[in-house]
């Protein structure tokens, strides 16, 4: 019987750094931009196209939330987040492929959630587990199949992070003249980054 399960990644419910400015010292999270910059690997800003930014194929959340599940019950949000520490920020899911994933996966009784709204966890059945057992190269290969960033790319959005975790303090701590400053001083590094990549 198919069980219908609310989605705990509401805006009620929705992590309370999400959408905001937020610098943990990895990296420059939210604000006006839209994306994120994600910590010590690339950034979910996808203008950057760094692996944090592509979109994995749903066999690969598939395959990672049953490896996961493997070592113990987890809710979507800690889904998220364990992919995320597992795989250095170098692939973070959204809400929109980790939920439905989940929902297809109690559909084919291979989980089973527990409790209500945000606090649902989900838990491999019987079915579930022998499925792993049988499936153990597809789980692993979830995995192995992420792309790493350079340490470069690390150094390089590492630092981006720390200037944008500057700039957004202009937003209110500053005076017109210092933003206007700011911006020269911006484009003249902007156009010095143009004269890199044309070397």
């Known amino acids: 019987m198919r069980r219908e399960h609310q989605n705990p990644f509401t805006p009620s419910g929705m992590h309370p750094h999400e959408g905001r400015y937020h610098h943990d010292g990895r990296g420059f999270r939210g604000g006006p931009w839209g994306g994120g910059w994600a910590g010590p690997g690339m950034p979910g800003f996808g203008a950057f196209g760094g692996p944090a930014g592509r979109r994995r194929a749903k066999g690969d959340v598939r395959a990672a939330i049953l490896s996961l599940l493997a070592d113990g019950p987890l809710n979507g949000y800690g889904i998220m987040k364990a992919i995320a520490a597992k795989t250095d920020d170098a692939w973070r899911p959204s809400p929109g492929s ?15 959630p527990k409790g209500e709204g945000r606090r649902t966890e989900y838990e491999l059945t019987d079915a579930g587990r022998g499925y ?12 192995s199949d992420v792309p790493r960033p350079s340490e470069s790319a690390v150094a390089l959005f590492e630092s981006v992070g720390k200037l944008m975790g500057v700039v957004g303090q202009f937003r209110y701590a500053a005076t017109d003249a210092q933003r206007a400053a700011a911006a020269e001083k911006i484009d003249e590094a902007r156009r010095a980054l143009h004269l890199i990549l044309a070397d």
Do not use: C, G, M, R
């Open 98 to 112: 980790v939920y439905p994933t989940l929902q297809q996966l109690v559909d084919e009784e291979l989980i089973a």
């Open 132 to 143: 792993v057992a049988e499936h153990a190269e597809e789980t692993e290969q979830a995995w």
